[in-house]
């Protein structure tokens, strides 16, 4: 059993007053917001593309992923470009505030309750006097029928 403990750097980015960590591997980039290109028969949450160096990503509005429900368009605001593997994804965030370090044993998991957005939880961990709900980018990836 070893006594170390892994770091995990995460991109904090919010909804609402909530705090969500997207582990950094799966972070390409972080975009102001571009036009947006409206596509037809998109699920509800995915608001259309982008075309961003040389790639065409679909743009999915994270409120919405999560049940929290459309987001505004602020100065803040911004498109966080996710990677996995070959493929790229973008979430319109309220803001992508901070890179933080977040040790994997502090990492709870998100324990008996079942949500919507229950699949997209790695876990939750306490960071100084608040939390951060770390998500698993894979299963944004895994989910999407784009």
Excluded: W
Excluded at 107 to 117: K, M
């Amino acid at each position: 059993m070893s006594l170390s403990t892994q770091t995990l750097k995460n991109v904090v980015i919010t909804a609402g007053v909530e705090q969500y960590g997207l582990p950094i591997e799966h972070v390409a980039s972080i975009e102001r917001v571009l036009d947006i290109t409206p596509m037809p028969e998109m699920p509800s949450d995915v608001l259309g593309i982008i075309h961003l160096r040389g790639n065409v990503i679909p743009i999915i509005d994270f409120g919405q992923l999560i049940g929290k429900g459309k987001t505004e368009i602020t100065d803040q605001t911004r498109i966080v470009i996710l990677q996995n593997e070959e493929n790229f994804l973008g979430l319109l965030t309220e803001a992508a505030t901070d890179v933080i370090d977040i040790e994997e044993d502090s990492i709870q998991s998100p324990g008996s309750f079942r949500s919507r957005e229950d699949s997209l939880i790695k876990g939750v961990s306490k960071q100084d006097l608040h939390l951060v709900i770390v998500l698993n980018c894979p299963v944004i990836f895994s989910n999407r029928n784009l």
